[in-house]
C-alpha cells in the first residue's frame, strides 16, 4: 500500500491512543499554561523521540507476530477482552472529573525535553498498542512489514502523539472552561472508538475460526 496512506494510519491510531487525558498529554498542558507554548512543545519533542522507538520495536515484534499465527490468536482474544473492558470503562465507568496532575517543578527547556523521554519510557503502553495495531492492518492487506512500510506507520505515529499533544497545549483552556462536558463527551468517543475496534477484532476471530 502507498507509503503515504500508511503514514497517516499510523497517523490516526496514534491520536487515538493519546487523545484520552493521562499523563503525557496533561503534563504538556500544565507546562504550557505555567510556562508558555514554546516548553510545552519542548516536553512533547521528547515524548516524541521515545514513541518513535516503541512505535519501531513494536512493529518488528508484530513482524515476528505475525510468523507466528497461533500466538496471534491468543493475542486477539486478549486484546478483544481489554478493548471490551475498556468500552465499558469509558461509556458507563469514568468520571466526567479529571484526575489531580502533581505541577512540574522543572524550569529550563532541556529538562522539559529530558522530562518527555523520562515520562515516555515509563508510559509503556504504546508498544502493545502499536503491536496489535500493525498485526490488525497488516491483516487487512492495509501495511506490510517492508522497510518503507515500518518507517512510513512509525514517523505517522510519531506525528500523531505530536500533534494530539500540540492540540491539548492550545485548547486546554477551553476544555478546562467546560469540564464536566468536555470529559462526558471525550469519554464517549473513546467509548465508541474502541467500541468499533471491539467489534472488527471480533469479525477477525470468528472469520479465522
Given at each position: 500500500?502507498n ?11 496514534a ?6 487525558p493521562?499523563?503525557?498529554n496533561?503534563?504538556?498542558a ?14 512533547s ?9 516503541q ?14 499465527p497461533?500466538v496471534?490468536?491468543v ?16 461509556l ?16 529550563s527547556?532541556h ?49 500523531g502523539?505530536f500533534?494530539?499533544?500540540?492540540m ?6 477551553k ?9 462526558k ?8 472508538i ?8 471480533l ?7
Amino acid at each position: 500500500m502507498n507509503i503515504t496512506i500508511i503514514f497517516f494510519l499510523g497517523l490516526f491510531f496514534a491520536m487515538i491512543g493519546v487523545i484520552p487525558p493521562g499523563l503525557l498529554n496533561m503534563t504538556a498542558a500544565k507546562i504550557s499554561l505555567k510556562e508558555g507554548h514554546i516548553r510545552g512543545m519542548v516536553f512533547s519533542a521528547g515524548v516524541c523521540v521515545i514513541v518513535l522507538i516503541q512505535t519501531y520495536l513494536a512493529s518488528i515484534f508484530a513482524r515476528y507476530l505475525s510468523m507466528h499465527p497461533e500466538v496471534i490468536g491468543v493475542l486477539r482474544s486478549v486484546a478483544l477482552v481489554i478493548f471490551i473492558l475498556i468500552t465499558i470503562y469509558f461509556l458507563f465507568v469514568a468520571k466526567s472529573t479529571p484526575k489531580q496532575q502533581i505541577d512540574p517543578k522543572i524550569k529550563s527547556k532541556h529538562s522539559r525535553f529530558f522530562q518527555g523521554i523520562f515520562l515516555s519510557i515509563i508510559n509503556v503502553f504504546p508498544i502493545p498498542y502499536q503491536a496489535y495495531m500493525t498485526i490488525t492492518l497488516a491483516s487487512f492487506g492495509w501495511m506490510t512489514f517492508e522497510k518503507s512500510s515500518i518507517m512510513a506507520y512509525v514517523i505517522g505515529a510519531a506525528t500523531g502523539t505530536f500533534v494530539t499533544l500540540y492540540m491539548y497545549i492550545f485548547f486546554f483552556d477551553k476544555v478546562k472552561g467546560k469540564t464536566f462536558t468536555s470529559q462526558k463527551n471525550m469519554n464517549r468517543i473513546i467509548g465508541g472508538i474502541t467500541g468499533v475496534i471491539s467489534i472488527v477484532t471480533l469479525i477477525n476471530i470468528i472469520q479465522d475460526l
